[in-house]
């Protein structure tokens, strides 16, 4: 048996790729409706330069997966933030030369890419995200996968679960725990020699 | 938690929307790939990034079965040795020996033979925050569950959301007031997805290299999940291993005795969880307030239900596990999808599987909705 949605039923979202099934140019309504986020979302965890290539990977690889695209959420938003995590996990993880300098940098600070004028590098806001940033690095992959989906990607607990592919329970243990391992990280240098994450 | 979470929300928030040149050139690129695709050929595998996103899926539960297990058949906790020389003897050390002399005694039927399914139905309450400028407000929703996991990691999730809905009157009003949110998105969905062999997976494949010394255990949960080496987080991994799982009753049996060498975990007798189900309930306590309780079916042995409780000693989000036991096969649901699949009214309603064998259940599960 097969599903056919009724196109009155489906979102925005979902009618654009259901139509994109048969006239794959209706899919180009998906990235008019989310580029700007999704590059935003990646940007603000990887990076501008980066964000321009994961950004625009996370369509070309959407639009040749949309045959699986579950319209329950009545929005294409979180399945492309998934993608884009997945396309940085995956870019990290084969990024062996990344990996490297990352092993090396443990325990030191690592290097913010800035959206600011130099004039604003030296802010207190500036150094307040190296810190973040230093912290966020040094927690489990798939704890801050679910801590920026919801943080930076305003996605709800049950979108993160949809995105990736986890039940509710876990992307609720998985915040928690990010936000604990945050805590310990962000404390005063008396205290950061505390218990390391498991980076499994 | 929340400042945590207000703080990553302010992380470079500077990061500033893309420019034309950058919008337009990942445009093209799309546009190319569109012009590029073979018209007949329209991918239909649930990859979307080229790595193996499928067994992402679970996790923590990425323990696809040993060779052997497969083939253990019925195994007993004896074949284990259950642990009982060091239980300490307080209330709740006791109640939960005699939960692990329920689950040792068990035979372990929770292994899926051939061509079967270990079938799991659980219901899940979330709150969703939205916050800033100093004030917040919340909303809810309830999604029910239904997964099924062969041996070799085949598979279907099914799940259905209910609409969102303001969790007090006063938070209506916040979100109303403080965010323009009138409607929390209120319309029920529900999704479906088939997953081939290795997609998901069974929380058991080195079940032998597990200790059934209670302490020794706890450990070795604590070294598999992951996080802070603190008591809330081991009280964590103990819940981590138990959901949607096969754990042999040995093991099991040891986790609740490990339960009760955790500092900070109180027992509370028996307790209702939002579903109706009745089991005993053990809480981890922060700050002379429950913070994460399990409620287990003292027949059975079974996780009944988790609830979290904010620092008020609030309830905020639970889930509860309805139904756990042994199907044949995955129904006609979930259905194979070839396109975006409709929010609601399609016929996907879940729909339990066929039991031929099962772990004794509590009755309230057959209340549950989107089981039923």
Request: aromatic share 6%.
């Amino acid at each position: 048996m097969r599903l056919v949605p009724t196109a009155s039923r489906l979102s925005e979202d979902g009618a654009a790729i259901a139509r994109s099934l048969h006239h794959p140019e209706a899919f180009a309504n998906v990235f008019d409706r989310h580029f700007a986020f999704v590059h935003r979302y990646v940007a603000r965890r990887a990076g501008r330069d980066r964000a321009d290539d994961v950004a625009s990977q996370t369509f070309t690889v959407a639009f040749a997966h949309r045959g699986r695209y579950r319209d329950d959420l009545g929005t294409a938003r979180p399945w492309l933030l998934g993608i884009a995590t997945n396309l940085l996990r995956a870019e990290y993880r084969g990024d062996a030369r990344a990996a490297s300098i990352l092993d090396r940098l443990e325990g030191e600070p690592v290097v913010v890419p800035s959206f600011s004028s130099p004039a604003a590098d030296a802010s207190a806001d500036l150094n307040d995200d190296n810190r973040l940033t230093n912290a966020l690095s040094r927690i489990d992959p798939g704890q801050r996968d679910a801590l920026l989906l919801h943080a930076l990607g305003e996605l709800s607990y049950a979108e993160i679960a949809a995105a990736l592919e986890i039940p509710i329970g876990t992307v609720r243990s998985r915040i928690s725990r990010a936000c604990a391992a945050l805590r310990t990280e962000l404390e005063p240098p008396a205290s950061v020699a505390g218990p390391r994450r498991n980076h499994a | 938690m929340l400042e945590e979470l207000e703080r990553v929300r302010a992380y470079r928030d500077d990061a500033p929307e893309p420019d034309v040149a950058t919008t337009l050139a990942a445009r093209a690129e799309l546009l190319e790939a569109i012009r590029d695709e073979p018209r007949t050929a329209i991918r239909d595998e649930p990859r979307t990034d080229g790595t193996s996103k499928l067994r992402k899926v679970q996790r923590r539960r990425r323990l696809a079965l040993a060779g052997g297990l497969a083939a253990a058949g019925v195994a007993v906790a004896g074949v284990l040795g259950f642990h009982t020389a060091t239980a300490p003897q307080s209330a709740l050390a006791k109640q939960m020996n005699q939960l692990a002399h329920v689950a040792a005694g068990q035979a372990w039927t929770g292994i899926p033979g051939p061509g079967q399914y270990l079938y799991t139905a659980s219901q899940s309450l979330t709150e969703s925050d939205t916050m800033g400028n100093g004030k917040e407000c919340s909303v809810s929703q309830v999604q029910h569950r239904q997964i099924w996991i062969a041996t070799d990691g085949a598979g279907a999730i099914g799940e259905t959301n209910d609409g969102s809905q303001f969790t007090s009157a006063a938070d209506r009003a916040v979100c109303a007031s403080a965010f323009n949110i009138t409607d929390p998105a209120s319309q029920n969905n529900s999704w479906s997805n088939r997953f081939p062999a290795g997609g998901l997976s069974l929380p058991t494949n080195d079940w032998k290299s597990l200790s059934t010394d209670p302490e020794t255990l706890l450990k070795q949960v604590h070294q598999r999940d992951g996080g802070p080496n603190l008591p809330s987080e081991w009280f964590e991994n103990i819940s981590d291993f138990m959901r949607e799982s096969d754990v042999p009753p040995a093991i099991r049996a040891a986790l609740y005795q490990a339960t009760a060498l955790i500092p900070g975990v109180k027992l509370l007798g028996r307790q209702n969880d939002p579903t109706g189900q009745t089991g005993l309930g053990v809480a981890y306590y922060a700050n002379g307030q429950p913070t994460h309780e399990l409620i287990f079916d003292q027949q059975s042995g079974r996780l009944l239900a988790e609830e979290y409780f904010d620092k008020s000693g609030k309830l905020t989000d639970w889930s509860a596990y309805t139904d756990q036991k042994i199907v044949d096969a995955v129904p006609n649901y979930p259905m194979e999808q070839s396109g975006p699949s409709s929010s609601s009214g399609t016929g996907t309603a879940p729909q339990p599987g066929q039991a031929t064998t099962s772990t004794p259940t509590n009755s309230a599960a057959s209340k549950a909705p989107g089981v039923s």
